[in-house]
């Protein structure tokens, strides 16, 4: 099982960007969540998206993001994407996604977007968003 992020770089403040999460040795299809994460220098890892197919594909955001983050899966592509508009300094950050094949039901938004949730990794990508 491997993920590969890509996606990332410099971008300006108001701008957009779009980033991939590549799986192989698995498909998307069998998981039961997949999620984006953020972990900027100095702080905590924080769960800003996620899809959780334990719950029909319902999707949760971070109030930091929500409104200017989307979260979607591409099965053809055995991907997952986060595309990011609206980008403001204070999104740089590495950029993680995630996945789990465990059981989600009940956990609500604030679960979902636990690190702990999610045993499967990528290993990040940076996103610079400059003033």
Do not use: H
């Not at 508009?85 to 950029?95: N, Q, R």
């Amino acid at each position: 099982v491997q993920l590969v992020e890509s996606g990332g770089g410099l971008a300006q403040a108001g701008g957009s960007l779009r980033l991939s999460c590549t799986g192989s040795g698995f498909s998307f299809d069998d998981v039961s969540a997949v999620a984006w994460f953020r972990q900027a220098p100095g702080k905590a890892r924080e769960g800003i998206a996620c899809i959780n197919y334990s719950e029909g594909g319902r999707r949760y955001y971070a109030d930091t993001v929500k409104g200017r983050f989307t979260i979607s899966v591409d099965d053809a592509k055995n991907s997952a994407n986060l595309e990011m508009s609206t980008l403001k300094p204070d999104d740089t950050a590495v950029y993680f996604c995630a996945v789990t094949a465990g059981i989600n039901i009940g956990v609500g938004r604030q679960g979902m977007l636990q690190p702990e949730r999610y045993p499967r990794w990528g290993q990040g990508t940076q996103v610079t968003v400059s003033i």
